[in-house]
């Protein structure tokens, strides 16, 4: 099925990110004619270098994705689109709310908007989080679960997509959702104080410091490679009928917190990992135990993860080690989370409104 | 309990409106002293003459809820926010998303963000709606119903719930949120196309006019009377402490549309209603029955519904029919459910991400 990438004209929203980044990459080895749309808002994760493989073969565009008259003559000729903008940090969206609601809701709804009127029935494939249903009811969380969200990270993405699936629902658009847990790979943001456990991790085993865990150490995750995933986009990309619209993406195994860190302390050569309290803004947001059920898309589009966790931070922390943009720029992080005041209110609505 | 009213200083966003004007003049009523706040946005139903009855005891501030800096002062000295502000209109919602999204959710986020900073444990009252349900799972629907909302309406309404209890849980504003149902009585603003069935119903019974159902009559609806959800938010201000966030409000009994819609004829003495099949932008967004469970406000708040249908749909007609102001808004509608071109984008977001 993939085969039908070769030619097919792709837009990958965020494709200077890391899961977009690895997604264009792939679109550009199986032939597709891939540009990518970014605005490389600062925090989210986009790099230039992320997409150093493909560098001649994938057009990039510099735009806000909410400037659909910008895009216009791109979304109209579009055979597909990935959907991958957005900001991922929970603590960056509960230090600046309206930002969050921004970039993740306000953005996304006149992206679709445009999308619905440029061209109507357009396939579009978004990348949702685990983040909406919150703290679970119970394990493996299926696609019923309730949205029940603990931030405004999980509210805002809840919201972007109900936004996908009313679309869908509506008939203007052939909108699908991949709800992602905990990914990880090369191209992460490490620089980012605030992108997730994971990348905190490999953060610190390239310094070759002290793994720390926030409570007891045992929580579950389905950590979940990010070429794994990219497969699960290529496949809702590519499937000629979609029979839902909403699937869960998890990794091939559930680990505690503490088996997840003493693997990558092993593998790093450093200190055993300690554990230390929550603290208060993680503690606020922090949703226990978490491990996807995939069995929908497993079974309506053939797709399951392949790549267990030793094997697949390996191939991580190799990436990253090879890469010496990566030591040069942990040596000096940006700013509060990357984000400045004056970048807390991208389209300036405070002036807008007053 | 609702003699601490007395001397009270109540904030009442969109107290020119249905709802809200109803709650202001019990307000006064009771001693309290009530400032209004409402930016009369075309098309949510705001009118001056609602508070015709008050007009001397209560403050009435032109201000956007979002606009918290106007509101400073009013912010940090009142004892509780009365929080009615919004768009209800789902059609409306189906025509212009973004403008929905800044009514019920952008401004919202605004408003409580000034509300934590400027007053933090400051109790608001919000009015949501059952339309975030979405087409129900079971009935009746109780509060762990998930939210599945079907039009852009619920989602920015879900939206709104969301911020009011993410608030609450982290301990920054002492926020709860009431669900409504079909809520009728006077000062609905019936001259508006887009306000819900009842007060199309209203409307045509003014006029002497057949009413229509869409489909064949069977749907549930459980409509309460304003007086009755004025008791329970002037409970849910007044109670010291509240066990829950959220409460579902419902009328004492659940009717079909033909039940509903012959009633209302034999009191207008106009001909028996009419079946019509569903236009299609209403059959799209339609939850067929609804009826809520409020054990959860009865048994904790000591709320219930006490005005029967066929009284309180009489009390409303009675108040329409002395009231000249509907005859003469009512031959002369406004243009397309009150919201012009102009007025779809009314923080101009447009011009500010251009």
Request: proline fraction near 7%; charge should be neutral; hydrophobic fraction near 40%.
């Amino acid at each position: 099925m993939l085969r039908n990438y070769q030619g097919m004209r792709t837009l990958v929203t965020g494709g200077l990110g890391f899961i977009g980044s690895n997604l264009t990459i792939r679109l550009a080895e199986l032939g597709a004619r891939v540009t990518v749309i970014d605005s490389s808002v600062p925090g989210c994760g986009a790099d230039e270098a992320n997409l150093k493989p493909v560098r001649d073969s994938v057009t990039v565009l510099h735009r806000d994705i909410a400037d659909t008259s910008a895009l216009e003559n791109h979304i109209r000729t579009a055979d597909l689109v990935f959907n991958m903008a957005g900001e991922v940090s929970h603590t960056h969206s509960m230090k600046w709310p309206r930002r969050d609601a921004e970039l993740n809701a306000v953005a996304q709804l006149r992206f679709l908007e445009g999308c619905a009127r440029l061209h109507p029935g357009l396939r579009i494939v978004y990348a949702g989080t685990r983040q909406v249903y919150g703290r679970p009811r119970y394990l493996p969380v299926d696609e019923n679960h309730p949205f029940c969200p603990v931030d405004f990270n999980g509210i805002h993405k809840g919201l972007a997509i109900q936004y996908h699936l009313l679309y869908a629902q509506l008939g203007k658009l052939d909108a699908v959702v991949l709800n992602l847990t905990n990914v990880y790979g090369p191209r992460m943001a490490l620089w980012e104080p605030c992108q997730g456990f994971l990348g905190v991790f490999l953060r610190r085993m390239l310094q070759r410091q002290q793994l720390q865990i926030f409570g007891d150490g045992s929580q579950l995750r389905d950590p979940l490679y990010v070429d794994d995933a990219v497969d699960a986009f290529l496949m809702a990309g590519a499937a000629p009928q979609l029979p839902s619209r909403l699937y869960n993406l998890g990794g091939p195994e559930a680990l505690s917190l503490q088996q997840i860190a003493e693997t990558c302390s092993r593998l790093a050569g450093g200190p055993a990992p300690a554990l230390r309290p929550f603290p208060p803004d993680h503690k606020q947001i922090d949703i226990g135990s978490y491990r996807a059920d995939w069995t929908r898309i497993r079974t309506e589009l053939g797709w399951q993860p392949r790549t267990h966790f030793t094997e697949g931070i390996s191939r991580a922390l190799l990436f990253y080690q090879a890469e010496p943009r990566y030591r040069l720029r942990l040596d000096d992080p940006g700013p509060t989370c990357g984000v400045r005041d004056e970048l807390q209110d991208p389209l300036n609505l405070r002036r807008a409104a007053s």
